[in-house]
T-cell receptor, first 115, second 114 residues
Framework: NAGVTQTPKFQVLKTGQSMTLQCAQD?????MSWYRQDPGMGLRLIHY???????DQGEVPNGYNVSRSTTEDFPLRLLSAAPSQTSVYFC??????????????FGPGTRLTVL | AQSVSQHNHHVILSEAASLELGCNYS??????LFWYVQYPGQHLQLLLK??????LVKGIKGFEAEFIKSKFSFNLRKPSVQWSDTAEYFC????????????FGTGTRLTVIP
C-alpha cells in the first residue's frame, strides 16, 4: 500500500504558467481533497470529490481546477499561476461512512513557488 | 459555517513539562473532532479522534484530548513532553453529515527544549 502519493515534491513556476499537481491513492477511498497550507493560516480546503465524476469547491477554489475521472486519481490544475498561489499543497483521501467518522490520510505535499 | 480556533501559536517547553494545547470550534450541528501532528518536513498524521461516547480520548505517543461539549472545546494534553514531540499540531473538525471536509485551526507550533 503506497497510501496517498503526490508529485512533484517541489515546483517553481513563473507567473502565468500553468501546471498540474498529481495525487493518487490506492486505498479505494471515495473521498479525495486538496488543501493548501500557508503560515499562520492552517490548512484550507481548495476542492474535494466524493467519487469519480463528482467534484465541488472548498473554501479557496479560485484559480484552481480539478477533475476525478477515476477513483484513484485527483489532479489539481493551476490555470495561470500567481504569486499568491505560493504554498504547500496537500492531497488527502478517506472512505465515506455513516457519520463521516473517517480518518483522512494525507500525502507528503508539494511545495510550490510562483515567481 | 464551521470554524476552529487554536489560541496558542507557538509553545516552548522543556522536556518532561506538561502540555496543554487549546482548541475551540463553532458549528451548529454534530461534529467529529481530530488532532493532527506535522513533524518537520513531513505530512500530517492523525494523533487522535473523537466521534462520540467517552469525552476523554487517548491517542498515539501518550497524547490525550478531552471533549467538553458545553465549552465547544477539544484540548490536547500530554503529561510529559519529549524532544521528539517538536512539531506543529492542528485541531480539525468535520460535520457528521455531508462531505467529509475537514476544517482546520491555524496550528500550534510546539518546540521542546532538551
Amino acid at each position: 500500500n503506497a497510501g496517498v502519493t503526490q508529485t512533484p515534491k517541489f515546483q517553481v513556476l513563473k507567473t502565468g504558467q500553468s501546471m498540474t499537481l498529481q495525487c493518487a491513492q490506492d486505498m479505494n477511498h471515495e473521498y479525495m481533497s486538496w488543501y493548501r497550507q500557508d503560515p499562520g493560516m492552517g490548512l484550507r480546503l481548495i476542492h474535494y470529490s466524493v467519487g469519480a465524476g463528482i467534484t465541488d469547491q472548498g473554501e479557496v477554489p479560485n484559480g484552481y481546477n480539478v477533475s476525478r475521472s477515476t477513483t484513484e486519481d485527483f489532479p489539481l490544475r493551476l490555470l495561470s499561476a500567481a504569486p499568491s498561489q505560493t504554498s504547500v499543497y496537500f492531497c488527502a483521501s478517506s472512505h465515506l461512512t455513516s457519520g463521516r467518522k473517517n480518518e483522512q490520510f494525507f500525502g507528503p505535499g508539494t511545495r510550490l513557488t510562483v515567481l | 459555517a464551521q470554524s476552529v480556533s487554536q489560541h496558542n501559536h507557538h509553545v516552548i517547553l522543556s522536556e518532561a513539562a506538561s502540555l496543554e494545547l487549546g482548541c475551540n470550534y463553532s458549528y451548529g450541528g454534530t461534529v467529529n473532532l481530530f488532532w493532527y501532528v506535522q513533524y518537520p518536513g513531513q505530512h500530517l498524521q492523525l494523533l487522535l479522534k473523537y466521534f462520540s461516547g467517552d469525552p476523554l480520548v487517548k491517542g498515539i505517543k501518550g497524547f490525550e484530548a478531552e471533549f467538553i461539549k458545553s465549552k465547544f472545546s477539544f484540548n490536547l494534553r500530554k503529561p510529559s513532553v519529549q524532544w521528539s514531540d517538536t512539531a506543529e499540531y492542528f485541531c480539525a473538525v468535520n460535520a457528521q453529515t455531508g462531505a467529509n471536509n475537514l476544517f482546520f485551526g491555524t496550528g500550534t507550533r510546539l518546540t521542546v527544549i532538551p
